[in-house]
């Protein structure tokens, strides 16, 4: 069962507020985890990824990961208008197949 | 460096008509991925090819979905015959199969079936 679980919001945060986005998955076999950002009529781009338990840092971006929780998350500080998209948190189930499985997304809305 | 390139960008067909997607991934990815996004939901992926071999194809509906990936390169994804549920967007992605990497996103393919 490879299943990942994420609210579907909609979210919203008021401008310079920090975003907390939340995914849990099922797969205890998954390797690596990784956030995307979609915009309304766009592909999904990727944010960043992890794989090691703790926290990693890019810029905005911090992504936490706690293996013996299955839970995995993304916190977006001083949230911009420009980050209101859907948030689709992925797992890579087999590093060596590096086979991707996605949420279904959570909606965000920074509010000016 | 060029982006996955997919065609075409939209569709519209009826139900029961046929209709193929084309997919050339970045190159030099061994991987190739096609994805289903219905409206509202996540990618799902529908198969993977490592090179010119499938490495997973549980969720693609067999009696009405194919595809291909002739010479580890370029791909194609059909449908035959559609119908109403398959509107979406296939996107088709390509990773470089190994080690932990991303996998890159072409624009999609927004098919809608009538």
């Known amino acids: 069962q490879k299943e990942v679980e994420q609210n579907s919001g909609p979210l919203s945060v008021p401008e310079g507020a920090i975003a907390s986005l939340n995914c849990t998955y099922s797969?205890?076999?998954?390797?690596?985890f990784f956030w995307y950002r979609q915009y309304s009529g766009k592909s999904p781009e990727l944010i960043m990824f992890?794989?090691?338990?703790g926290d990693k840092e890019d810029g905005r971006f911090t992504a936490q990961l706690n293996k013996a929780s299955q839970y995995v998350s993304l916190l977006i500080r001083d949230s911009q208008p420009s980050d209101s998209a859907t948030y689709l948190c992925?797992?890579?189930?087999?590093?060596?197949?590096?086979?991707?499985?996605f949420g279904t997304g959570t909606s965000l809305t920074v509010i000016p | 460096e060029a982006g996955v390139a997919q065609s075409p960008r939209y569709k519209i067909i009826e139900k029961r008509q046929s209709v193929a997607f084309w997919c050339n991934p970045i190159?030099?990815?061994?991987?190739l991925y096609w994805y289903q996004q219905i409206l509202g939901q996540g990618p799902k992926l529908l198969i993977q090819?490592?090179?010119?071999?499938?490495?997973?194809d549980s969720q693609l509906p067999k009696d009405r979905f194919s595809a291909e990936r002739l010479k580890g390169v370029d791909s194609t994804l059909k449908i035959q015959p559609a119908k109403l549920e398959d509107s979406a967007v296939y996107l088709c992605?390509?990773?470089?199969?190994?080690?932990?990497?991303?996998?890159?996103f072409g624009q999609g393919t927004r098919l809608t079936v009538v």
């Open positions: 992925a797992v890579n189930i087999d590093l060596a197949g590096n086979q991707f499985y």
């Open positions: 190159s030099g990815h061994a991987t």
């Open positions: 992890i794989y090691s338990n």
């Open positions: 090819f490592q090179n010119n071999g499938v490495v997973d």
């Open positions: 797969d205890r076999g998954s390797q690596s």
């Open positions: 992605a390509s990773s470089y199969g190994t080690g932990i990497t991303e996998a890159f």
